[in-house]
């Protein structure tokens, strides 16, 4: 243990160093200039561009909650995020880059002034001053403190008992490191630290992830086929957890006992590895898949001003697309790393799973309190109904005595069918008290946790494992510290108090909004880990329908159609979060992708209209502002289009084409899972 620690302190120590040493160097005789501070005086390499783009998108969210929802019944389908996002980073290189570097611009909002007005400009920045501020970081920096809570939390440290530490302190502790690491290298070298910093930390992360793979199909290649130790992973409690029928594993497991790894992995999650759900799965329907998914990737990849600083400070137009096509590359290696694991997971240690699902979270009364706090009712799959009946049905009584409807006659017998039925005659109550987070029968989201503890060896790796864990939550925040400074700097202190501010003033206002910021979102991590949220994911699904679409159609409208009105821009801004309001209000039960591509589609319609209506006279045309490099790499080109290919086969490989919008096994276990 202790070399673990000594590994993890000097894999951080190391981070600092090269921040600090790199930020520094190379810097302009004005030191203060904003280029310089907020775009590494645009010179930043492909390969620097390319692993530091990975390093601000990777976090806790995808180690935890992608590898938990690989082990649900989703599985790799999730993977979606990724490989689209692959393809969607190639459009961004070839379509909008381009157009950024030829604008000049330090910050996106800036584009839309140059297309628009200033006031389209100014609500873009304010919109994601406000996500950044009081949802993105704070998200990003509970995921990652939550992660290694859990990891700690109920055992020994360096010395320090732990068991009668809570876990929401552990949180709140973890908050504060990992928030001020990131604050002080960002504040000393603005993007240059912050793309250093992120490529070594991107670069032990991706290697950490393969070793892991690694470990878990060595594993999964050792287990029996059955053992007398209920606690040990065997074939046949890994088939079991995937509702085999037993007649079934008879046939199976002869043939598995003899496979390797790779046979193993693909005959259990057989019904897992397919890339396509069903027209209504609440997760990642079809329709979604085929348009919805799209509108957070192009916004994410292409608009979000965290992800666009490093491409906005590349050496040229070259070099920024080289970036991007290699940070292409790298996410379609991720679901491997991710998500094969959290399936694996499910696989060894289902049971674990199972018990830290109810038992770990503090029975039933815990539970109750938590609900009667927060005004909440009781939601629960089918596994959990089964495993835990007898809270089931107490949780039954509790919704119907908050909600003033009989309990259901089947509940003793068939809890989560009265749970079916239970909702529909709460929801004739027209009550105003909304469900809590589902509790499931096994926790997924402590996929990677296990895998962590139960197969990374101590004696050194296990501290590099750590320290990459920490680094990339660190990382995240590092680029949205980064993004957050530029924006308030450049789009709205320079713009509206000091329009004659020197660079230095500049500077010295974006390294203190670095530490606001930075102290503000450690401050919203209690408030983000309310339950009434419905956790994590839900929190930034939500956020984004908000306000992607909106943003999206005004960029492509600002691309493509010169005929827009300057006015539009603003409409679609404006028009986004009520649309997408509406939408959540009265049509709850939608999957969130697909509210996000009803609200595009109708916010396209209107400006379709407009444009049709009161096209601009002289169309717009967008001048050269910069002395950039804007030619096009040829290598980018063919490797973008290498990208391109890659998908689509991984997509036709990993297609379930018997299913077109239905399926029984996605219909039983996503019941059972959900």
């Given at each position: 243990m202790l070399i673990d620690f000594v590994v993890f302190i000097g894999f951080l120590v190391a981070v600092l160093v090269i921040a600090f040493v790199m930020g520094g160097r190379d810097k302009k005789k004005k030191e203060s200039a904003a280029s310089d501070y907020f775009l590494a005086g645009r010179g930043l390499a492909w390969w620097l561009i390319g692993i530091s783009l990975i390093s601000a998108n990777i976090s806790?969210?995808?180690?935890?909650?992608?590898?938990?929802?690989?082990?649900?019944?989703?599985?790799?389908?999730?993977?979606?995020?990724?490989?689209?996002?692959?393809?969607?980073?190639?459009?961004?290189?070839?379509?909008?880059?381009?157009?950024?570097?030829?604008?000049?611009?330090?910050?996106?909002?800036?584009?839309?002034?140059?297309?628009?007005?200033?006031?389209?400009?100014?609500?873009?920045?304010?919109?994601?001053?406000?996500?950044?501020?009081?949802?993105?970081?704070g998200v990003v920096n509970l995921a990652g403190a939550k992660a290694f809570a859990d990891y700690l939390h109920g055992q020994h440290f360096l010395g320090l008992d732990l068991t009668k530490v809570d876990a929401d302190t552990l949180i709140f502790f973890f908050s504060w490191v990992m928030g001020i690491f990131a604050a002080v290298y960002v504040w000393y070298g603005g993007l240059k630290s912050a793309a250093w910093a992120g490529s070594l930390q991107g670069t032990a992360l991706i290697l950490c992830g393969i070793v892991i793979l690694y470990f878990?199909?060595?594993?999964?290649?050792?287990?029996?086929?059955?053992?007398?130790?209920?606690?040990?992973?065997?074939?046949?409690?890994?088939?079991?957890?995937?509702?085999?029928?037993?007649?079934?594993?008879?046939?199976?497991?002869?043939?598995?006992?003899?496979?390797?790894a790779w046979e193993r992995f693909t005959t259990i999650n057989n019904p897992k590895l397919r890339m396509n759900l069903p027209w209504n799965d609440m997760i990642l329907p079809i329709t979604a898949l085929m348009f919805g998914i799209w509108i957070p990737n192009l916004y994410y990849w292409g608009l979000d001003q965290h992800i666009m600083q490093r491409t906005l400070g590349a050496r040229s137009l070259s070099q920024g697309q080289k970036g991007i096509v290699l940070a292409a590359f790298l996410k379609l290696l991720i679901p491997f790393i991710v998500i094969f694991p959290g399936m694996i997971a499910f696989n060894l240690y289902s049971g674990s799973m199972k018990e830290n699902a109810f038992a770990a979270k503090g029975g039933y009364e815990k539970l109750e309190a938590e609900r009667e706090k927060y005004g909440q009712l009781f939601d629960f799959d089918a596994k959990f109904a089964s495993f835990?009946?007898?809270?089931?049905v107490l949780m039954l009584q509790y919704n119907a005595k908050k909600a003033g409807v009989a309990v259901p006659e089947t509940a003793q017998e068939k809890p989560f069918d009265a749970l079916v039925a239970h909702k529909k005659d709460i929801a004739a109550q027209k009550i105003e008290m909304g469900y809590g987070k589902q509790i499931s029968g096994y926790d997924y989201d402590s996929a990677f946790g296990l895998l962590v503890r139960n197969l990374v060896p101590e004696g050194g790796f296990r501290g590099f494992v750590l320290a990459?864990?920490?680094?990339?939550?660190?990382?995240?925040?590092?680029?949205?510290?980064?993004?957050?400074?530029?924006?308030?700097?450049?789009d709205i202190y320079k713009e509206f108090f000091r329009r004659k501010a020197s660079d230095g003033e500049i500077v010295w206002v974006g390294r203190v909004s670095v530490g606001v910021f930075m102290v503000l979102a450690c401050f919203m991590v209690p408030v983000l880990n309310n339950p009434k949220f419905g956790g994590i994911f839900t929190l930034i699904q939500e956020f984004q329908g908000f306000v992607s679409p909106g943003v999206l159609c005004a960029f492509m409208f600002g691309f493509f159609v010169p005929a827009a009105p300057r006015w539009s821009g603003t409409l679609a801004l404006l028009g986004c979060p009520v649309i997408y309001g509406l939408l959540k209000i009265f049509k709850p039960d939608t999957a969130f992708l697909d509210r996000m591509s009803i609200t595009f589609v109708i916010i396209v319609a209107v400006m379709t209209l407009a444009t049709v209506l009161f096209p601009l006279k002289e169309k717009f045309k967008l001048e050269t502002n910069t002395t950039m490099d804007l030619k096009t790499s040829k290598a980018a080109v063919f490797f973008g289009l290498i990208v391109v290919l890659i998908t689509a086969w991984l997509y036709s490989h990993f297609w379930d084409y018997q299913l077109l919008l239905w399926d029984g096994f996605i219909e039983s276990f996503s019941k059972s899972s959900i």
């Open positions: 806790a969210e995808q180690f935890v909650g992608m590898s938990g929802q690989a082990a649900m019944y989703v599985g790799l389908a999730i993977a979606s995020y990724e490989w689209i996002a692959a393809v969607s980073l190639v459009i961004v290189a070839f379509v909008f880059l381009p157009r950024f570097l030829k604008a000049g611009v330090y910050t996106v909002p800036q584009f839309l002034e140059t297309r628009y007005n200033r006031l389209c400009r100014t609500l873009m920045s304010l919109s994601l001053l406000g996500v950044y501020a009081f949802v993105t970081i878990a199909m060595s594993q999964l290649a050792q287990i029996p086929a059955t053992s007398d130790n209920p606690n040990e992973p065997t074939l046949t409690s890994a088939l079991t957890a995937m509702d085999v029928p037993a007649e079934e594993q008879t046939k199976i497991l002869p043939k598995l006992e003899k496979a390797g835990e009946p007898e809270a089931a990459a864990l920490f680094g990339m939550v660190v990382s995240a925040l590092a680029a949205m510290l980064n993004a957050v400074s530029t924006l308030f700097s450049i």
